[in-house]
């Protein structure tokens, strides 16, 4: 019986990890591809996967993007497909709200964040179909 159980537990943990594995890759395929994007994905897959509280979601996405957005952007500058003059001043932008949002992230209740976060991916979807 304890073999069994173990064996259960451990098959689980596999599925689990195989499942955060693809996600990984699902986000990365985004990130990349769009040059952004991987958190619309990222953020609900760690709420309901690993659930995660809405806060450690998009920080743990935003830790997870960051290396990945660098990967990309090397692999874009490799290829000479980056000006250097918007890289620099949309880059400084970026920065900048960059830590506002994370400080914005850690003074705002989670349901603020989610209701946000919401409208932020319905005026993307919209965007997208005008």
């Known amino acids: 019986m304890i073999m069994k159980k173990s064996f259960f537990n451990k098959h689980k943990k596999f599925q689990k990890t195989l499942l955060l594995v693809s996600l990984g890759g699902v986000i990365g395929f985004l990130n990349g591809f769009f040059g952004g994007g991987g958190g619309m994905v990222c953020v609900p897959a760690l709420e309901r996967v690993l659930k995660l509280d809405n806060k450690h979601a998009h920080a743990t996405a935003i830790a997870v993007i960051f290396p990945l957005s660098v990967v990309s952007c090397a692999i ?55």
């Open 76 to 130: 874009y500058i490799f290829k000479g497909a980056i000006e250097s003059l918007p890289l620099l001043t949309v880059g400084l932008g970026v920065l900048l709200g960059g830590i506002i949002g994370s400080i914005a992230l850690k003074i705002m209740p989670g349901k603020v964040i989610r209701i946000v976060f919401a409208f932020v991916m319905l005026a993307g979807g919209v965007r997208l179909l005008i």
